[in-house]
């Protein structure tokens, strides 16, 4: 059974969403401040963890910094604000989707089925290890190098970067990754994969005016780079 994590201040949302995934049989626990979410995502180690911006405490955004310390759990975020900024805000910290306010719970309830039944992205499923270049992908330990060195991804950004170099030299869209990645059924904004490669390419340390490894392909998406 699923365990799900659901972060809001507000008691009627909270009962709602918590409401609609039991009966999903989904495993369910609630925090209702910034510090109780920290504690309880390391104390139960859930699967998925909704979690709203605006906490008493300390809000998500520093919730979700300080809980990506410790944990690559896949995180929602849920807004009120529908600006931008705050999106990305989240989003650059961490997290994996966001939801703005007010949302059906039946949307939020599929987000997590979607997320729970991803496939894992790759080229060849008989190949654990890619080497191209400095770059090396183990899919048996979900780690990467460059040069021999550790790159800590988290488990969305490595499958992100498991489906690019599944096929290096290749041009993805945005919406072939989001399938790939996300899964078929996601709701969200595609722009949300601009989002992710760039937090991939600042921990690979890769320049996207002159990228080693993941190149932009303007108005279509993303490819990896064959080493000449």
Same mark, same amino acid.
């Given at each position: ?8 201040? $507000? ?8 409401? !609609?995934? =039991?009966? $999903?049989?989904?495993?369910? #626990? ?14 139960? $180690? ?17 919730? @979700?910094?300080?809980? &990506?310390?410790? #944990?690559?759990? !896949?995180?929602?975020? @849920?807004?009120? &604000? ?5 999106? /990305?805000?989240? @989003? ?5 989707? %966001? ?7 039946? $949307? /939020? ?19 654990? =290890? ?12 979900? =780690? ?16 992100? /970067? ?9 041009? %993805? #869209?945005?919406?072939? /990754? ?12 595609? &722009? ?8 991939? &390419? ?10 080693? !490894? ?7 998406? %993303? ?6």
């Amino acid at each position: 059974m699923a365990r799900i994590l659901v972060v809001d201040d $507000e008691p009627k949302i909270r009962n709602i969403v918590t409401s !609609y995934l =039991t009966k $999903e049989g989904f495993d369910v #626990s609630e925090a209702e401040d910034g510090p109780s979410a920290v504690a309880k995502a390391e104390r139960l $180690e859930p699967d998925v963890i909704i979690l709203d911006v605006m906490l008493p405490g300390f809000d998500g955004v520093e919730a @979700l910094r300080q809980i &990506r310390t410790k #944990s690559d759990v !896949y995180v929602i975020m @849920l807004t009120a &604000r529908s600006e931008e900024t705050d999106k /990305l805000i989240g @989003l650059s910290v961490g997290a994996d989707d %966001y939801i703005t306010k007010p949302f059906s719970a039946r $949307e /939020l309830v599929a987000r997590v089925k979607a997320v729970l039944r991803r496939s894992r992205p790759g080229g060849d499923a008989t190949s654990e =290890t890619v080497t191209i270049g400095d770059l090396t992908l183990d899919r048996a330990t979900r =780690t990467v190098t460059t040069a021999g060195t550790a790159v800590d991804l988290t488990a969305l950004e490595f499958d992100l /970067l498991d489906a690019l170099v599944g096929a290096p030299g290749r041009v %993805y #869209s945005r919406g072939q /990754l989001i399938e790939k990645v996300w899964g078929w059924d996601f709701f969200g904004d595609e &722009r949300i994969v601009d989002v992710h490669i760039r937090k991939i &390419r600042q921990k690979l340390g890769d320049n996207p005016t002159d990228p080693r !490894y993941i190149a932009t392909v303007r108005s279509v998406g %993303y490819r990896f780079i064959l080493p000449p």
